[in-house]
């Protein structure tokens, strides 16, 4: 059973930061891309940050400059360091990994069960 663990989140003020984490644990042969996601009342989901099997990132528009996603591989961990954080970026923030189980399985992708985020102005 795969599982995906986060820890992290919180109340801060604005301008503040937060340090999000997630760990996969269960029975892992392969981690592709890894990423975290978040998901406003009465919004869609939306990508905030991914990073793929060699480190390369992609942000959201609306954290660039602010938030800085890290890998840890040997931990199956990744990170979310958020700084200069604003009143919009409160949410539930979910981690996503996109893994297979065994050698030759498929690839399928598998969400943590969220961690919540406020920002207060």
């Known amino acids: 059973q795969v599982q995906l663990v986060e820890s992290g989140g919180g109340l801060v003020q604005a301008g503040g930061s937060l340090r999000l984490s997630c760990a996969a644990t269960?029975?892992?042969?392969?981690?592709?891309?890894m990423g975290w996601y978040r998901q406003a009342p009465g919004k869609q989901r939306e990508m905030v940050a991914t990073i793929t099997n060699r480190d390369r990132k992609v942000y959201a528009d609306s954290v660039k400059g602010r938030f800085t996603i890290s890998r840890d591989h040997a931990r199956k961990s990744i990170y979310l360091q958020m700084d200069s954080l604003k009143p919009e970026d409160t949410a539930v923030y979910y981690c996503?990994?996109?893994?297979?189980?065994?050698?030759?399985?498929?690839?399928?992708?598998?969400w943590g069960q969220g961690t919540q985020v406020t920002v207060s102005s």
């Open positions: 996503s990994a996109n893994l297979r189980q065994y050698y030759g399985g498929d690839y399928y992708d598998y």
């Open positions: 269960g029975s892992i042969f392969t981690i592709n891309d």
